[in-house]
């Protein structure tokens, strides 16, 4: 019933810019913690970005921050990774993941915590 859609993968040089969606139905976005994670073949999974939308607070991994964003729309039932200044490294597929609770700051970037996930958008950076 629950059911995330990611989209706006492609491909890019580096320095450029996408904006990934992650469209939710059957799921409410407010009060929940939603969150971006990528993976590299022959590499495990990696929090990228989180957002608790019940209060807008964000948090990234080390790799991202300052050149990803993650925000909502509520209205649209939808949340949102823009890159920036994207690097070969960040060439990966996307998954975007929800869980509805107020995850402790510290297990945000964690799989684990997301009971809900998409089927990922590729994201592929040529240097």
């Known amino acids: 019933q629950v059911r995330l859609v990611e989209s706006g993968g492609g491909s890019v040089q580096a320095g450029g810019s996408l904006r990934l969606s992650c469209a939710a139905s059957?799921?409410?976005?407010?009060?929940?913690?939603m969150g971006w994670f990528r993976q590299a073949p022959g590499k495990e999974r990696e929090g990228v970005a989180s957002?608790?939308?019940?209060?807008?607070?964000?948090d990234y991994g080390d790799s991202v921050k300052g050149r990803f964003t993650i925000s909502q729309d509520n209205a649209k039932n939808t949340v949102y990774l823009e890159m920036n200044s994207l690097k070969p490294e960040d060439t990966a597929m996307y998954y975007c993941?929800?869980?509805?609770?107020?995850?402790?700051?510290?297990?945000?970037?964690?799989?684990?915590?997301?009971?809900?996930w998409g089927q990922g958008t590729q994201v592929t950076v040529s240097s």
């Open positions: 993941a929800a869980v509805r609770a107020n995850l402790y700051w510290s297990f945000r970037l964690r799989e684990r915590m997301y009971s809900d």
């Open positions: 059957g799921y409410r976005i407010d009060n929940a913690c």
């Open positions: 957002i608790y939308t019940g209060d807008g607070s964000t």
